[in-house]
């Protein structure tokens, strides 16, 4: 069976995005952030929540487009309609069923690319199964949080940690439900 990977960059405080989605503290090139476009290649399958997917329209992603080209994307909303989506592209509906099946079928892990909320909602319905914390040193004080509202409290496994210049550390954990 296929993992769900949740591998995504926070601050200290917990935070995927800053107040108003404001990344810009967050480290943009290094090592880190080229192994992290490396792990990428690993993936044929993303699945995302709608602002997370309306997030890549900041930075030129035209509607209906795949964000990660050699991956097939799920985009999880109750309300998104896409014209003339790209074949790679499917809208789907919030469904642990989908999820399962997903988990089911054959192919690499999955990449949960977010946000906030669809992972506490994955989170509280125990579907992630690693979670891969591109660790920066930075406070943001408010913003979108790792797991959204969730109140899920878990045990995790820590497997591997990665150290990178700057205080910039790549953790993995093993989420046991």
Known sequence: MRKLVYYVATSLDGYIAGPNENIDLFSGEGPLVEKYQQDLQEFDTVVMGRKTYEFGYKF???PGQPAYPHMLHYIFSESMTLDNPHEQVK???RDLNVVQQLKEEEGTDIYLCGGGVFAGWLLDNQCIDVLKI????????????LFGGSKTALLLHQSDVQEFAGGLSLRT???KY
């Open 60 to 62: 030129g992603l035209p």
């Open 91 to 93: 809208v789907v509906k």
């Open 134 to 145: 591109k660790l920066n040193p930075i406070i943001l004080g408010g913003g979108t949080p």
């Open 173 to 175: 954990y093993q989420i």
